[in-house]
């Protein structure tokens, strides 16, 4: 089964809100990471976040990472039109000798 | 950095016919993933490379699929027999563990359909 298991699996928000996505996984892991896709594009990495990190920023993308509940947020603040996209969580697990296991995605539709 | 490179863009084969699908990670690249993405199955990892040599082949879900990677700047994946189902979009990644460990750069992908 998937690593990583992202909820909801699809979101809408108005411009200007907070989108926060979640990510659960069943492993120990070295390091999560999170990506964007575009419609008809290919993967974009977002942000990484270590095993003994709990918190990272990087401009409106906030991640949090809680080992002891296998678990993992994004949050996007203030969002645009332009953040309408998909969005998936891969864990990188512990042994997996540079493996990334990808969940299936949370579609993220921004209104202006 | 023109990132990784793939080609085709858009492949459509009738089936039975083989199907070769290329990629050129970015210079510098020690890891080449290839990946298969559907509605139904999401992202999977099929095969990854490093330093030009297969690690983990798992993926491959049956004989039909092979992949090479001659030389650090490329690699295919073939498909021979292609079947409907293998309709999906592929795509190639790569990664260096020198420049953060396990970022993966993807390339736009193949958008393969077989009738």
């Known amino acids: 089964s998937q690593q990583g298991e992202e909820d909801p699996q699809a979101l809408s928000i108005q411009e200007g809100e907070n989108a926060t996505m979640n990510c659960s996984y069943k492993t120990s892991i070295n390091n999560l990471q999170w990506y964007r896709q575009n419609s008809g594009r290919g993967l974009v990495h977002l942000i990484l976040i270590r095993s003994n990190e709990r918190e990272k920023h990087s401009g409106r993308l906030r991640v949090t990472l809680d080992t002891s509940k296998k678990s993992s947020s994004l949050l996007i603040t203030a969002s645009r039109a332009a953040d309408t996209a998909s969005y998936f969580c891969a864990t990188d697990a512990t042994g997996a000798n540079s493996k990334l296991t990808f969940g299936k995605g949370i579609t993220l539709s921004v209104r202006p | 950095d023109a990132g990784v490179i793939q080609s085709p863009r858009h492949e459509v084969t009738e089936m039975g016919q083989e199907v070769t699908l290329r990629c050129k990670p970015i210079s510098g690249h020690d890891y080449l993933f290839w990946y298969r993405q559907t509605m139904m199955r999401g992202l999977e990892l099929l095969i990854y490379?490093?330093?030009?040599?297969?690690?983990?082949d798992s993926g491959m879900p049956e004989d039909r699929f092979s992949a090479k990677m001659p030389n650090a700047s490329f690699s295919t994946l073939k498909i021979q027999p292609s079947e409907p189902r293998d309709s999906a979009v592929y795509f190639c990644?790569?990664?260096?563990?020198?420049?953060?460990?396990?970022?993966?750069?993807f390339g736009p992908g193949t958008r393969l359909t077989v009738t």
């Open positions: 490379f490093n330093n030009n040599v297969p690690i983990d």
């Open positions: 990644a790569s990664s260096s563990p020198l420049g953060g460990p396990y970022e993966q750069y």
